[in-house]
C-alpha cells in the first residue's frame, strides 16, 4: 500500500505549496476528479483537472495533447494554472462554484 501512495503522489502535478501540490486548489481537484487522471466524462472532461476539450484547447493544451488526460501531469498542471489566473477562472469548475 505505502509503495502505491507514494507512486500516486509522485504521479500528481506539483505546483504551489499552497494548493497542496496542484495548479489550482485541491478541494476543487478532489471534487473534480479525486486526483485521479480520469478519462472523458459525459460531458467530455478529463485528467486531474478535468478540462473540457474546448477549454483544453483554447488554453494551449493542443501543444501537448488532444485531450487533458493524455498530456503529462506537468502538462495539465500548467494549463489548469493559465485557465484558473488567480481564481478569475474559478467558474471553468463546478466544484469551485462556477
Do not use: L
Request: charged share 5%; hydrophobic share 40%; proline share 4%.
Amino acid at each position: 500500500v505505502a509503495r502505491v501512495e507514494s507512486g500516486k503522489a509522485a504521479a500528481a502535478p506539483k505546483a504551489s505549496a499552497t494548493s497542496g501540490g496542484w495548479a489550482i486548489p485541491s478541494s476543487v481537484v478532489q471534487c473534480e476528479s479525486g486526483g485521479w487522471n480520469r478519462g472523458p466524462n459525459s460531458a467530455g472532461a478529463s485528467g486531474y483537472y478535468q478540462i473540457i476539450p474546448s477549454t483544453w484547447q483554447a488554453y494551449g493544451g493542443g501543444q501537448y495533447a488532444a485531450s487533458a488526460y493524455q498530456a503529462t501531469a506537468q502538462q495539465q498542471a500548467a494549463i489548469a494554472s493559465r485557465i484558473w489566473a488567480g481564481g478569475s477562472g474559478a467558474s471553468q469548475w463546478v466544484c469551485a462554484g462556477g
